[in-house]
Nanobody, 123 residues
Framework: QVQLVESGGRLMQAGGSLRLSCVAS????????MGWFRQAPGKEREFVAG????????GYAEAVKGRFAISRDNTKNTVYLQMNSLRPDDTADYFC????????????????WGQGTQVTVSS
């Protein structure tokens, strides 16, 4: 049974930095591309960032390029999202997912999901 558990979300001031973590179990983590998505109140879930399984190639949504960085530690079955220069419009629930499809850039779908972690950015 695949489980993804996110952590690290909290209330932040605009301009601050935050790192989210997602620990995976029940799958061969190093063989899977992973990603982060977010869903703001009243909006659809959107792709944020993705990372390939072993080469560590990354891709980002336009809204976060240059501010967010995805990384992974295959020895810890963990994927991270470093978020810098946070803005109020980054406020959302952030979800970790195994990527089922990904164009290597800003479009992806996931098949296994975590429960989400909430990030709120105040101005």
């Amino acid at each position: 049974q695949v489980q993804l558990v996110e952590s690290g979300g909290r209330l932040m001031q605009a301009g601050g930095s935050l790192r989210l973590s997602c620990v995976a179990s029940g799958l061969t983590f190093s063989h899977n591309a992973m990603g982060w998505f977010r869903q703001a109140p009243g909006k659809e879930r959107e792709f944020v960032a993705g990372i390939t399984s072993t080469s560590g190639l990354t891709g980002y949504a336009e809204a976060v390029k240059g501010r967010f960085a995805i990384s992974r530690d295959n020895t810890k079955n963990t994927v991270y999202l470093q978020m810098n220069s946070l803005r109020p419009d980054d406020t959302a629930d952030y979800f970790c997912a195994r990527l089922r499809e990904w164009n290597g850039n800003g479009r992806a779908t996931g098949d296994y999901w975590g429960q989400g972690t909430q990030v709120t950015v105040s101005s």
